[in-house]
């Protein structure tokens, strides 16, 4: 069973920073694709970014140049660096992994960490 689990999480003033933590764990043999997703109240969730296992990454317009995601293999965990945060960030943020845990990889999700950024 794969558990997904973030960390990180809280509340700051605009131009404040975090930085989210996402750890896979339990029995499998390769993690693809990471991603970072955020859903906002009485919105729909969206994809923040994304990293492949190889370090190509990709971000959603409004978070570009503010946040940085990055991985470390080694460790099974994906992270999301947040800078100059805005009111609008506000949400939880969510992380999902492709894992091999047999022949084929599925997709695993994270139980989400709240992120309040005041003005």
């Known amino acids: 069973q794969v558990q997904l689990v973030e960390s990180g999480g809280g509340s700051v003033q605009a131009g404040g920073s975090l930085r989210l933590s996402c750890a896979a764990s339990?029995?499998?043999?390769?993690?693809?694709?990471m991603n970072w997703y955020r859903q906002a109240p009485g919105k729909q969730r969206e994809l923040v970014a994304g990293?492949?296992?190889?370090?190509?990454?990709n971000y959603a317009d409004s978070v570009k140049g503010r946040f940085t995601i990055s991985r470390d293999n080694a460790k099974n965990t994906v992270y999301l660096q947040l800078n100059d945060l805005k009111p609008e960030d506000t949400a939880v943020y969510y992380c999902?992994?492709?894992?091999?845990?047999?022949?084929?990889?599925?997709?695993?999700w994270g139980q989400g960490t709240q992120v309040t950024v005041s003005s």
């Open positions: 339990g029995r499998f043999f390769a993690i693809n694709d």
């Open positions: 999902d992994a492709a894992v091999r845990t047999d022949t084929y990889f599925s997709w695993h």
């Open positions: 990293i492949t296992r190889g370090d190509s990454t």
